[in-house]
């Protein structure tokens, strides 16, 4: 089946610096990939969607500035969240579109911890 | 504005026994829904996809249906074995395609061996 690799799983960091998340979609093409904040006990809160070759489109609320997404090739998108702080630890999980059957396959996830 | 709604919140069933997930939703113009499995501290996997035409998918024990009109999914699991103890996120695409995907509340499911 279709996989998304997502990397680091886990990342600690301290308040103030940068961390870069990648998502990778190993065996398609993904023109559409979305990146996803998890809260425990929550559902996913969708915080962007990123389209290969253009800006991100952000969701209300979430700040362009300081999560920076880039999706350079039909592959790989990534994630950086800039200038991190305790309230950025959080849970988060990118997914990509495959359109010839309209799935949307997950990446494992990275668990934030900003101290 | 679509809402999903999943019921139970929780489950504890004895393993064997078959089970029923709902997911409900309160707009109809959806694209297609699709089912998940999330295990603790990991990402989603994909387990059925339906499309807004269909009524029911099946894959191995599992059975999704579909029924548009009353804005309702059920995931049937047949004969539940402790690994398939997770969370069952259902997904909505609204009829615009994946750009605004609505994820239900999940259902957090327990197969006792």
């Known amino acids: 089946g279709a996989v998304v690799s997502q990397h680091p799983s886990w990342v600690i960091c301290k308040s103030g610096t940068s961390v870069k998340i990648e998502c990778r979609s190993l065996d398609f093409q993904a023109t559409t990939m979305f990146w996803y904040r998890q809260f425990p006990k929550q559902s996913l809160m969708l915080m962007a969607t990123?389209?290969?070759?253009?800006?991100?489109?952000?969701e209300q609320g979430v700040e362009k500035d300081k999560f920076l997404i880039n999706h350079a090739s039909l592959t790989l998108s990534t994630l950086t969240v800039t200038s991190a702080h305790p309230e950025d630890s959080s849970f988060y999980i990118c997914?990509?579109?495959?359109?010839?059957?309209?799935?949307?396959?997950f990446g494992s996830g990275t668990q934030l911890s900003v101290l | 504005k679509q809402e999903v709604t999943q019921i139970p919140a929780a489950l504890s069933v004895p393993e064997g026994e078959n089970l029923v997930l709902n997911c409900s939703f309160t707009d109809s113009a959806i694209y297609n829904l699709q089912w998940f499995r999330q295990d603790p501290g990991k990402g989603l996997t994909s387990l059925l996809l339906i499309q807004s035409s269909q009524r029911e998918q099946t894959s191995g024990r599992l059975n999704a249906s579909l029924d548009k009109s009353s804005g309702r999914s059920t995931l049937y699991i047949a004969a539940s074995q402790p690994g398939d103890s997770a969370t069952y996120l259902c997904?909505?695409?609204?009829?615009?395609?994946?750009?605004?995907?609505?994820f239900g509340t999940g259902t957090k499911l327990q197969v006792i061996p």
């Open positions: 990123s389209n290969e070759g253009s800006k991100a489109t952000y």
């Open positions: 997904a909505v695409p609204a009829a615009g395609g994946y750009q605004k995907v609505t």
């Open positions: 997914s990509a579109h495959r359109g010839e059957d309209e799935k949307l396959f």
